[in-house]
């Protein structure tokens, strides 16, 4: 069993309306210091295989085919210990 982290972001110069919203809103609630912010997804997979390198290659694959929006989003997929 190999429990692995997928992280799903919007790629460079994808403009996230979500993030300057919060980030917005943590200056107005006295959060200045704050000075950029990005958004994005994670998951844990539990992945049925004991080989690291075939468990991160079958979590970058559904990545590829269903997680990401592989247009607008970039991933990245790492084992946890």
């Given at each position: 069993?190999?429990?692995?982290?997928?992280?799903?972001?919007?790629?460079?110069?994808?403009?996230?309306?979500?993030?300057e919203a919060v980030h917005h809103a943590l200056q107005d609630m006295g959060f200045g210091n704050?000075?950029?912010?990005?958004?994005?997804?994670?998951?844990?997979?539990?992945?049925?295989?004991?080989?690291?390198?075939?468990?991160?290659?079958?979590?970058?694959?559904?990545?590829?085919?269903?997680?990401?929006?592989?247009?607008?989003?970039?991933?990245?997929?790492?084992?946890?210990?």
């Amino acid at each position: 069993m190999t429990r692995i982290l997928v992280t799903i972001k919007l790629k460079n110069g994808v403009h996230d309306p979500q993030a300057e919203a919060v980030h917005h809103a943590l200056q107005d609630m006295g959060f200045g210091n704050v000075t950029s912010m990005t958004m994005g997804k994670q998951m844990v997979l539990d992945i049925n295989e004991d080989d690291h390198d075939k468990a991160i290659k079958q979590a970058e694959e559904m990545c590829r085919q269903l997680l990401a929006n592989t247009v607008l989003e970039r991933f990245e997929a790492q084992v946890l210990l």
